[in-house]
């Protein structure tokens, strides 16, 4: 009996003990760790249970990665994890422990692992141009705010520096000239990936100067800036931040091309001058051609227009032989080629009223045979002419129409059903219509030592006539300086009269206008309206559209013409306005709508655009003529805006700004182009005031 009560009571008591439960605690834990750090983690059980392990297990991301079993003592466990370049990539991401002690369980609370850093720089946008020094500042902490000591990188990813293209110089030099020609290669592009720049940061701070290379390209590029930390010879934790960085475009050299390095009087110089900006880019821009004569650098023609376009030249026929020089120029920068006229013989020929006239148009002394076929019977006359001089041949036939054929090898003169008049086909030489023709014919010598004569006659009569002290008197007293006392207004008007500014009934504002490269001349705010017509006009069209632009001249606008373009130059030293751009945009709309009133009445319509832009001008009058040179784009821009334009008109921003007082437009695209809806007339608007106010005094 007592040994079953033993036993009874023995499994009672393990039973019970079995069965005794225990509450498990930790201790706080950070938010953030980083590599470097380390975990500490108290983990305390109350009661403590004799012979019971506290089992501990570090889980990431939902994953089991470190496990751990102690006996407590005095019921607590110190766990510690420390995080180095071992076990950071094996720990990282959202983690938690977890821990059960005799039947009882616990998570604590969630907590990251991470080697990323937080990088922050002071400014997100850099500009700048090629060659200068930008300075990227800024900070980097771990995760949990604690600021490293590590290093920095900063690279342009998609920056790419290409070599300009080269040209090969061949020489086809000989004894007598020694010309040469360039040949353009196909470019080769050595591209050269933009290097890293690097820095360090110490307690969280850095600060790293950038030198951009001469030749960086133009552009937006995204700036990398990569914070890391080491440890030993490894990179462990690290951070990137990501900032825009801007590259201007600059003019660095001109490039001229020639299509030959020599030419034949009458052929076409083509010109093409690109320019290139610092990374061999081309840029849209206007640029200034000069022609000159090398040895006298006098210049023969001159010409501004835009780097996309080849400009052509044709050559005058009688141009003397010899090097010239062309020169493209844009800014501080240009360049120069040379380009040789040979000497050439070319003569016209101009058949009228049976006489043919043979004009030496060439740059030498023409002197070739002339083969003259009347109905396939030839005359061969030996021409001898000097420059510019002319000999003329009297055609005759037997009263009936000739095939007339004139040749000289090189220029030929073809005229069928001429009717020529006369008893024998012949051709004989008439009288000589050169320069100095008339000076061969007897009577004009004789006219000339009769008037020579008569002139020595009436200069000695006077030598040798008595003057009276009186007459003496009278001379001596005209030699006295007469004083006149001028006015501030009439120097004022003498030097308007002086520059062709000074407009008036007697002296209007010229009504044409010429692009051409000034060295001197007025500086003045101009607008300009482009006006493009599209497609091909009839006779009626034209006379339209001639129509049209005549109320510019009240305005006292000026206008050229220049390929499908019609420019109207409203400048602030013609219309005495500093607002010409209220003018232009009214001037604008009474255009388009002639030309729309056009097209409502007519089966041909117009098709146009008028683009309006403002800006600087180099001007000055001369010859009835407002002469002037585009400062900037103001051309090329009122030309890009008329050429979008559909039927429409489209104003830049900045006139638009300048005139907004006046003129009714919505923004188009991203807010650099308006297009103009209406114009207020403010005259208009004021008289109707007046007249309002007027009849209200009146009652």
């Known amino acids: ?23 498990v605690f930790f201790s706080s834990l950070d938010e953030k760790y980083n590599l470097g750090d380390m975990i500490v983690l108290e983990t305390t059980v109350d009661p403590v249970v004799d012979g019971r392990l506290l089992n501990t297990v570090l889980l990431c991301n939902s994953n089991k990665v470190i496990e751990f079993n102690n006996f407590p003592e005095n019921g607590a466990v110190n766990i510690k994890v420390p995080l180095n370049i071992h076990t950071i990539n094996q720990i990282e991401g959202k983690c938690t422990f977890y821990a059960s002690y005799n039947g009882e369980s616990r998570v604590s609370e969630d907590f990251e692992i991470s080697k990323r850093l937080v990088v922050s720089i002071t400014s997100d946008s850099f500009f700048s141009n090629p060659g200068e020094e930008i300075v990227i500042s ?18 342009i990813p998609e920056m790419v520096i290409t070599s300009a293209p080269t040209t090969e110089t061949t020489d086809i030099s000989n004894d007598s ?31 790293i100067p950038i030198t951009l290379e001469e030749k960086t390209p133009a552009g937006n590029f995204r700036l990398e800036i990569l914070a890391y930390e080491m440890l030993g010879n490894d990179k462990a934790s690290e951070g990137v931040a990501i900032a825009s960085l801007q590259v201007f475009q600059i003019l660095s050299s001109i490039d001229l091309a020639l299509n030959y390095p020599s030419l034949e009087p009458g052929e076409t110089l083509e010109v093409k001058a690109n320019l290139l900006d610092q990374a061999g880019s081309t840029i849209d821009s206007e640029v200034s051609t000069i022609i000159r004569d090398e040895k006298t650098q006098t210049r023969i023609y001159e010409k501004i227009f835009a780097s996309t376009e080849v400009f052509n030249y044709i050559i005058p026929t009688n141009l003397t ?18 380009v040789f ?19 030496n148009i060439g740059n030498i002394p023409y002197k070739r045979d002339l083969e003259i076929m009347l109905n396939d019977k030839p005359f061969v006359k030996k021409i001898d002419l000097a420059l510019g001089e002319n000999a003329r041949f009297k055609l005759t036939g037997a009263n009936s129409a000739y095939n007339v054929k004139i040749s000289d090898g090189d220029s030929e003169l073809l005229q069928d059903g001429v009717v020529l008049t006369g008893y024998a086909v012949s051709v004989n030489e008439a009288k000589s219509g050169g320069s100095l023709s008339v000076f061969k014919s007897p009577i004009i010598w004789i006219f000339l030592i009769v008037i020579l004569l008569l002139g020595v006659l009436f200069l000695f009569r006077n030598i040798f006539k008595k003057r009276s002290y009186a007459y003496h008197d009278i001379k001596e007293k005209s030699k006295e300086p007469k004083t006149e006392v001028k006015t501030i207004q009439t120097l004022k008007d003498e030097a308007k009269e002086k520059s062709g500014m000074n407009f008036s009934p007697m002296n209007p504002a010229p009504s044409q206008a010429e692009s051409v490269l000034l060295q001197k001349g007025h500086r003045s705010k101009s607008a300009v309206i482009a006006l493009k017509i599209k497609n091909t006009l009839n006779a009626q069209s034209k006379q339209n559209i001639e129509k049209a632009i005549e109320q510019v001249y009240q305005r006292r606008g000026a206008v050229y013409e220049e390929g499908n373009f019609i420019f109207v130059i409203l400048s602030d030293l013609m219309t005495k306005n500093m607002k010409n751009e209220i003018e232009a945009a009214k001037l604008a709309e009474k255009i388009s709508m002639a030309i729309k009133d056009h097209n409502g009445k007519f089966k041909e319509i117009i098709d146009y655009g008028i683009g309006i832009n403002s800006g ?9 003529k407002l002469k002037f040179t585009p400062l900037g784009n103001v051309i090329i821009g009122a030309k890009k805006l008329a050429d979008q334009a559909d039927k429409t008109i489209l104003i830049s921003k900045e006139s638009y700004e300048r005139g907004s007082a006046e003129i009714k437009a919505e923004k188009k695209g991203d807010g650099k182009v308006y297009e103009i809806k209406s114009v207020v007339d403010q005259e208009k608007n004021k008289k109707f005031i007046e007249e309002f106010l007027k009849r209200s005094n009146t009652r």
Do not use: C
């Open 138 to 155: 800024g900070s980097a902490n771990r995760q949990n705010g604690f600021p490293i000591n590590g290093e920095l990188q900063v690279s």
């Open 321 to 338: 032989a010899g090097y010239y020089e062309v020169e493209a120029r844009s800014g501080e920068f240009s360049a120069k080629k040379r």
């Open 616 to 624: 600087e001008i180099l001007a000055k009058v001369e010859n009835k």
């Open 177 to 207: 000239d020694n010309s040469t020609a360039e040949i353009e290669t196909t470019p080769q592009t050595a591209a050269t990936l933009f290097s890293s720049y690097y820095g360090k940061i110490t307690n969280g701070q850095f600060s």
């Open 341 to 359: 006229i040979n000497e050439k013989a070319i003569a016209s020929f101009l058949l009228q009223n049976q006489t043919l006239t043979v004009t």
């Open 1 to 23: 009996m007592k040994k079953s009560s033993f036993a009874f009571i023995g499994l009672y008591l393990l039973l019970t003990v079995s069965y005794v439960s225990a509450g």
